[in-house]
Nanobody
């Protein structure tokens, strides 16, 4: 079992930055990949970033590549999402996730553990 708690969301102007954090507890954090997703009102949940168990391999969709960075601190059981050059279309609830099979590498899932989400609002 894994418990995930996100923090760091808020209101920011377009062009600004935010850093999200996701604290994990339960199974040894350094043994599995982690991911970030987002869901805007009326839209499906969207993949944002993923990182391998050791932080070496990362994955991003084109929509955030070059603006968002995922990284992790295994000593603190925390994964981060640094978001720069934010756009109004980045407005969404952001969720961190862990794979149910505790894969070391994954970006296309499955994802079985989810946090409660943190709201990010980007004003124009």
């Amino acid at each position: 079992q894994v418990q995930l708690v996100e923090s760091g969301g808020g209101l920011v102007q377009a062009g600004g930055s935010l850093r999200l954090s996701c604290a994990a507890s339960g199974r040894t954090f350094s043994s599995y990949a982690m991911g970030w997703f987002r869901q805007a009102p009326g839209k499906e949940r969207e993949f944002v970033a993923a990182i391998s168990w050791n932080g070496v391999t990362t994955y991003y969709p084109d929509s955030v590549k070059g603006r968002f960075t995922i990284f992790r601190d295994n000593a603190k059981n925390t994964v981060y999402l640094q978001m720069n050059s934010l756009k109004p279309e980045d407005t969404a609830v952001y969720y961190c996730a862990a794979p149910p099979n505790f894969s070391k590498y994954t970006h296309n899932g499955p994802w079985g553990y989810w946090g409660q989400g943190t709201q990010v609002t980007v004003s124009s």
